[in-house]
């Protein structure tokens, strides 16, 4: 059978940015119901890809010796499509529409839009356990969450601004939950539980939630999974929301609410994002064509630093550096919520100076806090060849796998008919089809090599 590759091995995004790719995947394989979808990306990005029923399998190209290259493992039948790093057009339209036409060449106006992931069997009694213990915790109070997310600068919230609305939620009556990463901001509220929840069983614990406030991060595209909860966009930055906001029943904007600013520079700020992005995307690419054509051999990506003069959405038009569009009144936000009326909110002509408060994992410096963000990533990795092995029992002796190395990545390589039992394993991070791959593995002295 032939089958439909997505290469998404330039693209560096985050969370949010692979589930804004979740609709492509399905128009991709309502067209092509008989293919096998085979993403090709980052092994950052392989955790949301695993849970989305559309995908049928994950080749990382980092766990290779070299970038996966167009054409080394396909056949005459295969299609190939693929997302170009530097687009810029979905300003011009919804991100999830602009998707859908750039990679799968798909009209989406025919398309569902909503988002989806799919939970696992052994997810359910987690999942319930989680809802079960917030319940208690709230004893009878409704439950809210916020996201205190760390991201560019210009469209985070301000700490001592969450601070105040987690307190003004508290004083009427609510039971708060932050919600994001362990590297978010952390915020007194009356139950912590960054860090404490897989992501894509977040959807699911919203359930009991009441609304969820969230600004333009990861968390307002997880949280939009769920179809039903009230979202509160606090929209600081220079995108205009209609860009990304969610589709839910079928409609953009469904029981959300969003906070929007009217800073007199907005449409300048919004323009001058747009030319500085193009900018750089011509810097780069003139940096690359040279390269090659020094080096006489393809621009080598993970092995080169793309040099950066301008880097997009982290500066104010108005106040350099002093992200004024994220100074919206917390008692107003509370407010638009209870009203459930999406507004616009003046902001003072003055800037905050002091901007993120203190976190784990963030400094000053944009630049670096990107380098403390990559340090992060593991160096570990075992990898498991179960192509010749006895594959009954095989999640259990996964099991015992993890048991052993439980702070390594386990990537399995089998025979195509035996990898599909592995998908519903949770210990396992990646299944690789044997037929699927030509390269040697790409292997560092922590990583660890098993044959079973």
């Known amino acids: 059978m032939s089958r439909i590759f997505v290469d998404l091995s330039k693209e560096s995004g985050g969370m949010g940015d692979n589930i804004t790719l979740i609709p492509t995947m399905r128009a991709l394989k309502r067209k092509y119901p008989d293919k096998d979808l085979v993403v090709i990306t980052k092994f950052h990005n392989i955790k949301i890809f695993s849970y989305c029923d559309y995908v049928d399998y994950i080749i990382p190209v980092d766990l290779f010796e070299e970038h996966w290259r167009i054409g080394a493992n396909f056949i005459h039948e295969d299609m ?3 997302l170009n790093t530097y687009f810029i057009t979905h300003h011009n339209d919804h991100i999830v529409k602009t998707r859908i036409k750039e990679i799968a060449k798909i009209n989406p106006e025919n398309e569902p839009l909503e988002f989806e992931l799919s939970i696992k069997d052994y997810d359910i009694p987690i999942i319930e356990e989680h809802k079960k213990q917030l319940l208690k915790l709230a004893n009878g109070k409704p439950i809210v969450g916020i996201n205190p997310g760390v991201t ?8 001592a601004h969450w601070q105040k609305l987690a307190n003004i939620l508290r004083d009427n009556g609510y039971f708060v939950v932050s919600l994001g990463h362990d590297s978010d901001l952390h915020i007194d509220v009356d139950f912590d539980s960054m860090g404490k929840y897989a992501a894509h069983q977040i959807p699911k614990i919203l359930d009991v939630f009441e609304a969820i406030f969230v600004i333009s991060s990861g968390i307002l595209q997880l949280a939009s999974i769920n179809q039903d909860i009230h979202i509160v966009l606090i929209n600081a930055g220079q995108f205009p929301a209609k860009i990304f906001a969610p589709y839910r029943h079928g409609k953009l904007g469904y029981n959300i609410t969003i906070i929007g600013h009217n800073c007199p520079v907005f449409d300048k700020c919004f323009k001058e994002h747009i030319a500085g992005h193009n900018a750089h995307i011509k810097q780069c690419q003139d940096f690359i064509e040279q390269w090659e054509k020094c080096a006489g051999r393809e621009f080598p990506v993970e092995e080169v630093e793309i040099p950066s003069t ?3 959405w ?3 038009g108005k106040e350099n550096n002093k992200f004024v569009c994220s100074n919206l009144d917390p008692e107003l936000i509370f ?3 209870k009203n459930k009326n ?11 100076s002091v901007f993120h408060g203190n976190t784990k994992n963030v400094v000053e410096d944009y630049s670096k806090w990107k380098d403390t963000i990559k ?3 593991t160096e570990s990795v075992i990898y498991v060849n179960i192509i010749d092995a006895d594959t009954s029992n095989i999640c259990e002796k996964m099991r015992c796998v993890n048991v052993l190395y439980p702070n390594h990545t386990l990537v399995v390589i089998g025979k195509k008919k035996d990898v599909l039992i592995l998908k519903n394993c949770r210990y396992v991070h990646c299944v690789l089809p044997v037929e699927l791959i030509s390269k040697s593995l790409k292997l560092r002295y922590k990583d660890i090599l098993l044959k079973i």
């Open 335 to 337: 407010q638009a919520f």
């Open 80 to 82: 190939v499509f693929s």
């Open 375 to 377: 340090s992060l990533k």
């Open 310 to 312: 301008y880097t997009s």
């Open 314 to 316: 982290v500066y104010c």
């Open 152 to 159: 560019a600068y210009a469209r985070m919230y301000p700490q």
């Open 342 to 352: 999406s507004t616009t909110i003046s902001v003072p002509s003055h800037g905050l």
